[in-house]
């Protein structure tokens, strides 16, 4: 049941996995007033730059040993105008994989959704797995990761302004979707940031 979206880059992709639950939360969670995401401190700028956009507060989180996202701090900051937590594999300040698997099993005990930034890690993690290293399961292996950002202008050696937002569920997609019907052509829909782009990448 996953689906995906193409976008011009991890930026897109951060900005569109904000909105989408943003929406999620206010549409179907019923949530009002100022929204809170949940992360390590050591996420990409593109999720300030996202949450700043659309409204929600980013509630950072400090990291443990080894820049690690601490599990049970995210836990406490989680509370009830909480949209999705976030974490990275790896993330990019220290190259490391958050603990994904404990993560992902807090989330799905506290009902709330995860996305994992895999922008640099999504088109080169499976790879390494394959080549027989051990890694933690970081991808919807893990029950509780509900989406994930991969870039593939990175390691999938595409043209620059190549993404990906990967859901988990296909019910998720309509609230990624901006849809307008009152305008005298009739209806108006994207499923990204943008309208026009250049096919190129």
């Keep these: ?5 193409m976008t011009s880059g991890g930026t897109e992709s951060i900005l569109l996995a904000v909105y989408t639950y943003r929406e999620h939360a206010r549409k179907e969670r ?3 007033g100022e929204l809170e995401l949940v992360a390590p401190t050591t996420v990409h700028p593109a999720f300030d730059k996202a949450c700043h956009y659309f409204g929600v507060r980013l509630r950072k ?3 443990g040993r080894g820049y690690l996202a601490d ?6 900051a989680i509370g ?18 958050d603990p994904i698997e404990d993560l992902g099993a807090m ?11 895999a922008c640099v890690g999504g088109f080169v993690l499976p790879w390494v797995e394959r080549v027989g290293r ?7 292996r893990v029950p509780g990761v509900t989406s ?4 593939l202008h990175k390691y999938g050696y595409a043209a620059k302004g190549a993404s990906l937002m990967m859901l988990r569920d296909a019910s998720l997609q309509k609230y990624q979707a901006f849809s307008f019907n009152n305008w005298e052509r009739g209806a108006y829909v994207n499923n990204t940031a943008q309208g026009t782009r250049s096919g190129g990448a």
């Design 1 to 5: 049941d996953t689906v995906g979206a």
């Design 30 to 32: 019923k949530m009002r």
């Design 61 to 63: 989180v400090d990291v």
């Design 71 to 76: 599990v049970r701090a995210m836990r406490r």
């Design 80 to 97: 009830r105008r909480t949209i999705a937590i976030v974490a990275s594999a790896p993330q990019y300040p220290h190259g490391v994989i």
């Design 107 to 117: 989330a799905a005990r506290e009902g709330v959704p995860m996305h994992v930034d």
């Design 134 to 140: 051990h890694l933690a399961p970081w991808a919807f």
């Design 148 to 151: 994930i950002s991969a870039d």
